[in-house]
């Protein structure tokens, strides 16, 4: 099959460039011939809150590969072209994140359909709408809607915020498959070593993008009722001074440990070796590619019940769930996990019919049908 993929790519960090840059080498795997087309501008550079946005020492993508440009409606017709360009095209899929970029991703499914009727234009919606979105986001989303064929999504809640926009839309709910890719964890003692974090305490970690609906705020409060250390791991999004008024309000300044920057993968071996658990406070998610990177190293979750969070977690098991916005109860589901641990063997054993279940091939194959 003739598929093109226009989104985001390496030299894009973050978690969708990951999930596409796997995505692309799944389907290539699977014998299909796969077409990647780049932003050359993903952001303008107002509306993106972090330092950079491509990985340390690559610059902005440019060339043929990378056509498209947020805020240059030219390039949104030339890609369109391009797409076409690449033979018979049989699948264009389009991911979506967040609705500043709705507006191309709209035009570039517009002029594909028109240029090439017979070309199924798949949306891949990692998002309903954007993260805190505002009702403009959503108007926005449903512009894009309006012009794909079908639509694929990670987790039932946003194939329910999908079908809000646009009813008639066909919307399939597949899975959030785990990334393999991954370095191993280093010892827990060398982990916790090189970040300075003493062996003898309990050490959860708050990992990724600092951002309001991630719940920062209720973790950093139930803390106020627990003994763990925390190892925050992450580009703060927002004011990082209102964290720390918390922090300096329930004298947790000894118990927390900061990397107050994007994080690269090839930390990773050493964040996730040296964490006892991931904890996830969400006020609100769909699905998250942190919950892949933890089964991965096999990491358990303390996590809220919100989107597709509590479909990775088994009770008791691999973690513990709770409800959003309590920090009280997060306190005791934290005090809890730690004071009967299950051993990492355990762990590792039920996450791995989860792994086999939410493997790459398995996606691309679902993906197509």
């Not at 491509?54 to 440019?62: A, D, E, L, V």
């Not at 035009?107 to 009727?117: E, F, G, I, N, W």
Request: hydrophobic share 35%; aromatic share 8%; charged share 25%.
């Amino acid at each position: 099959m003739n598929i093109a993929i226009a989104s985001t790519f390496h030299p894009y960090r973050g978690g969708i460039a990951a999930f596409n840059d796997r995505l692309a080498l799944s389907l290539k795997d699977a014998g299909h011939n796969v077409h990647c087309l780049n932003w050359s501008r993903q952001y303008p550079s107002l509306l993106f809150p972090g330092e950079t946005q491509t990985i340390s020492g690559h610059n902005r993508p440019k060339g043929s590969d990378a056509p498209l440009d947020s805020i240059n409606p030219r390039s949104w017709r030339s890609t369109a072209k391009r797409i076409l360009e690449k033979g018979d095209i049989e699948i264009l899929i389009l991911p979506f994140w967040h609705a500043s970029l709705a507006p191309a991703l709209r035009s570039v499914a517009k002029r594909v359909k028109k240029l090439s009727p017979n070309t199924r234009v798949v949306a891949l919606m990692h998002n309903a709408s954007s993260h805190d979105g505002s009702s403009v986001d959503k108007w926005l989303t449903k512009r894009f809607l309006k012009q794909v064929d079908s639509a694929i999504t990670l987790s039932d809640s946003v194939k329910n915020g999908v079908i809000k926009l646009r009813s008639d839309l066909d919307c399939k709910v597949l899975f959030h498959p785990l990334y393999d890719h991954y370095t191993p964890a280093i010892n827990k003692d060398e982990a916790r070593a090189k970040l300075g974090i003493s062996s003898e305490v309990d050490l959860g970690l708050f990992f990724g993008l600092i951002r309001p609906y991630k719940g920062l705020d209720v973790l950093l409060e139930s803390m106020a009722n627990t003994s763990n250390h925390l190892l925050i791991a992450g580009e703060s999004y927002e004011n990082w001074g209102n964290y720390s008024k918390l922090i300096d309000k329930y004298n947790l300044g000894d118990r927390i440990h900061t990397i107050s920057r994007f994080v690269d993968e090839d930390e990773l071996p050493v964040i996730f070796g040296a964490s006892d658990c991931l904890i996830l406070p969400y006020k609100k998610a769909s699905q998250s590619g942190v919950v892949a990177t933890a089964l991965h190293y096999n990491t358990p979750i303390i996590a809220s019940r919100v989107g597709d969070l509590e479909n990775s977690v088994i009770e008791g098991k691999t973690g513990k769930l709770v409800h959003p916005q309590r920090a009280e109860e997060l306190g005791d589901a934290i005090n809890d996990w730690f004071s009967n641990p299950q051993s990492k063997d355990s762990v590792s054993k039920e996450y791995r019919t989860i792994k086999e279940e939410k493997s790459w091939s398995k996606f691309a194959d679902q993906l197509l049908i």
